[in-house]
Each structure stands twice: as C-alpha cells, then as structure tokens.
C-alpha cells in the first residue's frame, strides 16, 4: 500500500453545499476512505482532520480551497482515534488563529498524546507509522470542550450544533451544521465506504457499549438532519432516518451474534464473519482491503468481547435489541 504522487485536489474535494466542502484526506493513498469537511464563510471550519500520514493531503486542500494560515477558525475532531484526530496538531501550528474543538474526554491527550500514542501503538502494530502516524501535542489554552448541545457560533446565524454520543468511543461528539443540515457524525454511524455499499457497525475497544450506541443513534434522529456525513466516508444519500435505523439495526445484530458466540464458547470472529461474510463476496477485492485495514472484523469483535466481559449481565437478556444496563 504505497501513497501515490501529489494528490489531484480537484479529484479530492467536492463542494455538498454551499459553504460546504468535503475534502479526500487521502488515507494511505485510498480514495474515498477519510473525509475531512470544510465550512467556509466568515468563520472557516474545519471538521475532522484525518490521520497525521494525511497532513500534507490535507494542509495542501485547505491552501487550494484558499485557507490562509490566519484564517481558519477552528477545527473540531468527533473523537480521538488517530485516524480522525491525528493530524489536529498539525493543523493547531499551521492555523495558529484557529480554536480547537473536542470531548471533553478528549481534551487532555491533544494536550498531552503520549497515553493515546502508546495505547494506540498496542493496538495497531506497525501499522502505527505506515499507516496512520502519531500526533502533535495542542496548546492547552486553545483547546474548547464540547458539551452536549454546546453551540460553536460560525457567524451570519450559522451554528454547529454539538451532539454528545457515545457508543463507539466515550470521547465522540457530532455536529449538526444549522445551515447545511448536515450531521458530521464521525463513527457514530458505522463505516460506509461508497464504493462496497455496506454499512458495517464499528464496535472497536475499548470502551465500545451498545446501547449508549443505540441511544446515540435515537438523538441523531431526533435533530432531523438533512443528509448524514461520515467520516469513513462521505454524504450518505439515503433518508437519514432510514439510514439511522439501518444503523440501529445494524450494530444489534452483530452484538446478538457476539452474545450468542460466548453464550455457546464459539470465536467470536469466526460468528461474525458466517454471519456478515457473505454481504462481502460480492465486493470488489480492493474495497474488501480497504475495510478490512479500516474497519476488520477483529477489530469489531473485540470491542464485542470486551463490552460482553464487562457487562457479564448481557448474557442473561432475551433480546438486545430495546435493551439497557443500570
């Protein structure tokens, strides 16, 4: 998997609205695998950064798109994981102007990574450096907590409105852009590469909880956003409610296979894989590595596990599908 040459920008960036800009943050050289969004106007915004390995990608965007080093005024990651917050960084010393938005759960490893470097080291291997990179620290004093229904003022009455959900990761927010109508939903979703068409839940460790997911996934329905964007990847073109529930859906069964597998000492990769596999015969082989590297069954099978071991109670209820702990 080796990066192509200095990426086309017209191939890489899409307008979705107006003052709305998707950017191809060009993961490992794939097309089509992170997005980062730009809203621009009086207060330029950027959303999701992508990996440090897509800092280049992505600085190079912003100064085709016309983004000065004293113009963006802030930038927001949905949560943590390296290939969403990796290059916040970076772009923290290229914009020095910039405010820098995230969970309050996430603040202190932008500040400080070294805990999120090495705990993410743990679990990528080599892939740490070739694929995704590390990350550079924040200024503390820039750093802004986003609170559920905090609003970030982006002038001329557009707002984005902050969404505390969990599920995926305990640090996630997404943001609903009131101009635009879309919800920047980060993970919160699933995984939807448009090229394979299949939405696949992402149930990764650590802290991976199903019905706080679910919950997540009812508040996005609730705020009625016009179209849904992931970060994994791009605008979805579905009716956001059908594809909310698909989502709920979605991420249930796979849980009621995980509980299923323990329940009867089978792997629970092995489950997944007889249960889902077959939806992916029909991918093409490169989309497959794709979401395979991204969003692998193992990966979403011990977030499972994980989730099942700590809740032991799981194993005892009927049905997961309206059900709840505590």
């Known amino acids: 998997?080796?990066?192509?040459?200095?990426?086309?920008?017209?191939?890489?960036?899409?307008?979705?609205?107006?003052?709305?800009?998707?950017?191809?943050?060009f993961l490992g050289g794939w097309n089509h695998v992170t997005a980062g969004y730009l809203l621009t106007g009086d207060r330029p915004f950027l959303v999701e950064t992508g990996s440090q390995s897509s800092i280049t990608t992505l600085l190079g965007a912003l100064e085709y798109l016309g983004i000065d080093a004293k113009d963006l005024y802030g930038a927001a990651v949905t949560h943590i994981h390296l290939d969403h917050a990796g290059g916040i960084g970076d772009i923290a010393k290229a914009f020095p102007n910039a405010k820098i938005y995230v969970h309050?759960?996430?603040?202190?490893?932008?500040?400080?990574?070294?805990?999120?470097i090495n705990s993410a080291a743990t679990v990528y291997g080599s892939l740490l450096?070739?694929?995704?990179?590390r990350m550079e620290p924040t200024e503390a004093e820039r750093i802004i907590v986003l609170n559920d229904n905090d609003e970030i003022d982006l002038a001329n009455g557009r707002k984005l409105?902050?969404?505390?959900?969990?599920?995926?990761?305990?640090?996630?927010?997404?943001?609903?852009?009131?101009?635009?109508?879309?919800?920047?939903?980060?993970?919160?979703?699933?995984?939807?590469?448009?090229?394979?068409g299949i939405l696949r839940?992402?149930?990764?460790?650590?802290?991976?909880?199903?019905?706080?997911?679910?919950?997540?996934?009812?508040?996005?329905?609730?705020?009625?956003?016009?179209?849904?964007?992931?970060?994994?990847?791009?605008?979805?073109?579905?009716?956001?409610?059908?594809?909310?529930?698909e989502a709920q859906e979605t991420v249930t069964k796979w849980a009621e296979v995980a509980k299923m597998a323990v329940l009867n000492q089978i792997d629970i990769v092995k489950a997944l894989e007889d249960n889902f596999g077959a939806d992916f015969q029909k991918v093409d082989q490169s989309q497959k590595e794709k979401m395979e590297t991204l969003n692998g069954i193992h990966s979403n099978?011990?977030?499972?596990?994980l989730w099942i071991e700590k809740n032991p109670e799981i194993l005892k209820m009927d049905s997961l599908k309206h059900g709840h702990l505590h």
């Not at 998997?1 to 107006?18: E, H, Y």
């Not at 309050?104 to 999120?116: C, E, F, I, N, S």
């Not at 450096?129 to 990179?133: M, N, V």
């Not at 679910?214 to 605008?235: C, D, M, Q």
């Open 1 to 25: 998997m080796n990066a192509k040459n200095t990426p086309d920008f017209n191939t890489l960036i899409s307008t979705l609205a107006p003052n709305t800009v998707e950017i191809d943050t």
């Open 104 to 116: 309050p759960l996430g603040a202190r490893h932008l500040a400080d990574p070294t805990r999120l």
């Open 129 to 133: 450096d070739s694929l995704y990179g």
């Open 161 to 196: 409105l902050a969404i505390d959900s969990p599920g995926h990761a305990k640090h996630h927010v997404a943001l609903l852009d009131s101009e635009s109508g879309l919800l920047f939903a980060g993970d919160a979703v699933g995984v939807r590469l448009p090229e394979a």
């Open 201 to 245: 839940p992402s149930s990764p460790p650590a802290d991976f909880d199903l019905f706080k997911a679910i919950n997540s996934l009812e508040k996005f329905i609730e705020v009625k956003p016009y179209r849904v964007a992931l970060a994994h990847y791009g605008v979805v073109d579905i009716d956001p409610e059908a594809l909310l529930y």
């Open 301 to 305: 099978a011990k977030g499972l596990q």
